[in-house]
C-alpha cells in the first residue's frame, strides 16, 4: 500500500477519534453543569379540576289544609204567633168619664195596667181574679172582679188610685171577655186630676163651674156628706162621680170615680 493512503487512513482514523473525543468532553460537561442532580424527569402533574357539586336544598313546600267541616243541624223552621198588640199614647193619667189617660174602659187589662205602669211604676198591690159578689170594693159585676191598686190615699187609709176589671158584662164588653170597667182615686200619692183640673180637694162650686152637667145630693149613707155624678142616665156608664164633705159649694170634693164600678 502506498504511503499517501496510508496517510489518508491515519488522518480518518484520527479525525474519528477526535470526533469521539469531543463527543465525550460535550457529555462531560453536561453532565458537570447539573451536578450530582438526579437526571432530569419530566413530572407533568395530572390537571385535577374539583368541581364542587351544586347543592341545591329545595324545602318541600308543605300546606296544610285543615278540613273543612260543615255541621248542618236540622233545619228548624220556629213559627212564631203572630201577636195583635194594642198600644195607647202614653199621656198622663187624665181622670175621664170614659177611662184614664189613654186607656179606655173595655181594655184589656193587660193594656190598662201596662199604661199605669208606664206612668206610674209597678202596682202596690193586685187582687188577682176573686169574686165579684164579695170583693173589697163592694158587690161588682158577676162572676169575677180584680183591682190594680198604686200608692195611698189622702186619707192614708187605703191606694190613691184603683183600676178595676171584671169578666162579667158591663157596657163595655161582652160577658166572659176580661175587660177595665171603673176606677177609684181618693186623691194622695199619684196626684191626679181630670181635664179641666178637678180633683180631690176640689170645691164642689168648682166641679159644678167645670162640669156643668154634674148634679151634687145628699150621700145616701152619710147625710152629712154629698153624693156627685157627672151623669145621671143609669144605661150609660160612661161617668165621673164620688163624694164631698157636704152639699154645700164650699164642700169639698174626697173622691173622684170613674165607671159604674162596684156597689154596697
Known amino acids: 500500500m502506498d504511503n ?6 491515519t488522518l480518518g482514523i484520527g479525525g474519528l477519534i477526535l470526533l469521539l473525543v469531543i463527543v465525550l468532553l460535550l457529555l462531560l460537561f ?6 450530582d442532580a438526579a437526571p ?13 357539586v351544586e347543592t341545591t336544598t ?5 300546606t296544610t289544609t285543615a278540613a273543612e267541616t260543615t255541621t248542618t243541624g236540622a233545619e228548624t223552621t220556629t213559627t212564631v204567633a203572630e201577636t195583635t198588640t194594642t198600644t195607647v199614647a202614653l199621656d198622663p193619667l187624665i181622670l175621664a168619664d170614659d177611662g184614664i189617660g189613654g186607656v179606655g174602659f173595655g181594655a ?12 206610674l211604676g209597678p202596682p202596690d198591690l193586685d187582687t188577682g181574679w176573686i169574686d165579684g159578689l164579695s170583693s173589697p170594693y163592694g158587690v161588682c159585676p158577676e162572676p169575677e172582679v180584680r183591682g190594680v191598686e198604686w200608692g195611698t190615699s189622702a186619707s192614708g187609709f187605703g191606694s190613691a188610685l184603683t183600676l178595676l176589671f171584671t169578666n162579667g158584662a158591663t157596657t163595655h164588653a161582652a160577658p166572659g171577655t176580661e175587660h177595665f ?26 166641679l159644678q163651674t167645670e162640669i156643668p152637667s154634674v148634679v151634687i145630693d145628699d150621700d145616701p149613707f152619710d147625710p152629712s156628706a154629698g153624693a156627685w155624678v157627672s151623669n145621671v142616665d143609669p144605661a150609660d156608664q ?19 170615680n170613674g165607671g159604674s164600678t162596684c156597689g154596697e
Do not use: C, H, K, M
Request: aromatic share 10%; net charge negative; charged share 10%.
Open 4 to 9: 499517501q493512503l496510508i496517510r489518508n487512513i
Open 30 to 35: 453536561l453532565n458537570d453543569d447539573g451536578g
Open 40 to 52: 432530569s424527569t419530566a413530572t407533568t402533574s395530572a390537571e385535577t379540576t374539583t368541581t364542587a
Open 58 to 62: 329545595t324545602a318541600v313546600e308543605t
Open 108 to 119: 184589656t187589662p193587660e193594656v190598662a195596667i201596662a199604661y199605669a205602669t208606664a206612668v
Open 181 to 206: 170597667f171603673g176606677y177609684y182615686y181618693f186623691g194622695g200619692t199619684p196626684a191626679l186630676a181630670t181635664v179641666e183640673g178637678i180633683s180631690y180637694g176640689s170645691t164642689n162650686l168648682d
Open 238 to 256: 160612661n161617668l165621673l162621680w164620688g163624694f164631698s164633705t157636704s152639699v154645700d159649694p164650699s164642700g169639698t170634693l174626697i173622691s173622684v
